[in-house]
């Protein structure tokens, strides 16, 4: 369950510091090209997070519900993941019919129920995978305590911690324009902090993901700017180098 995610989160943080401050050149050698920043520089950091690891807002406008108290219209987006108070009785009714997808098996494509309109929130900052309930419930914080930890040795959240949340419902072919704009936001994130490569922290399935993505950064011409993947376990406890 996400509810512990943030302990094994934590067992990153030891690894972040020795992959970051110094000492690491020989370490992270990236497919037999060496590390090319500043070794006295720290690596930024993004935050990639896992399954039912972002933030989803929704916006409502729908021609029916499943239940009489379920609300039928609103006028701007609220949080719908993560939000404890949808997730009482009856209210989950609501919830789940917000919330669920619908397959179509001839266009193999997946949409929201009817007159539900949903977007992920926080794209390139810290916030919305540190927090997964926007109103910071203890039980929704997911990169929280990591995020804490590398501000108190001097990174900069929005700057040098950044985070890469996706619509975690869909599959990967559904979305492609997410692994444009993380490459985007990868060569930002080196730019912003004086070309020095950047660090990914992932955690469990979507490992598979970013690693795919950043596989052209060897194009001819390119700063190589990536410097380590730390992925804390996967489903079945699986490690990835
Ligand atoms: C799609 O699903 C419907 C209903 O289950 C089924 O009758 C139909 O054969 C399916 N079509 C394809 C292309 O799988
Ligand atoms: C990061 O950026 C987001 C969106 O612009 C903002 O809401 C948040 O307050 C920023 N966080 C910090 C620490 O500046």
Redesign the pocket.
Known sequence: MFFRWNLCIWLLFGCILLASIGGGESFFRFRGRRYRGDPEKRSPVIFVPGDGGSQVDAKLDKPDVVHYICQKHTKDFFNIWLNLELLVPLVIDCWIDNVKLYYDNVTRTTSNSPGVTTRIP?WG???TVEWLDPSHASAGSYFKDIGNALASVDYV??VSIRGAPYDFRKAPNENTQWFVDFKVLIEETYALNENQPVTLVAHSMVVQCPWSSCSNRRAPGRTNTLRALLHSPAPGGSAKP
Do not use: D, H
């Open positions: 926080g900052t810290a916030e959240r929005n």
